[in-house]
């Protein structure tokens, strides 16, 4: 059974950084695209970054410069790395394989001071 997990969220200030888990079970990373999106309250989620299984990345316009997607080699997790942090950041974060439409229960971000 295929399942992914997301971690790392929490609370943190303007300008802050968090890093984004996504760990799985039953599948391997390294051979599928992955996708993070988000949803913040009163509006639809939306694909915040990819990651490709030749390791190439796309970003949202909003985030380009801030937040990384990293795939360390011989680990099955991905990461979301996010600088800057910025209260329109605030949402919850999913990981998503889309080849395989599976999907984290998501990780809250809040960004306030």
């Known amino acids: 059974q295929v399942q992914l997990v997301e971690s790392g969220g929490g609370l943190v200030q303007p300008g802050g950084s968090l890093r984004l888990s996504c760990t799985a079970s039953?599948?391997?990373?390294?051979?599928?695209?992955v996708e993070w999106h988000r949803q913040a309250p009163g509006y639809q989620r939306e694909l915040v970054a990819e990651i490709g299984h030749d390791g190439r990345t796309s970003y949202l316009d909003s985030v380009k410069g801030r937040f990384s997607v990293l795939r360390p080699r011989g680990q099955n997790t991905i990461y979301l790395q996010m600088n800057n942090l910025k209260p329109e950041d605030t949402a919850v974060y999913y990981c998503?394989?889309?080849?395989?439409?599976?999907w984290g229960p998501g990780t809250q971000v809040t960004v306030s001071s």
């Open positions: 039953g599948i391997g990373f390294s051979i599928n695209d």
């Open positions: 998503t394989i889309p080849y395989h439409g599976v």
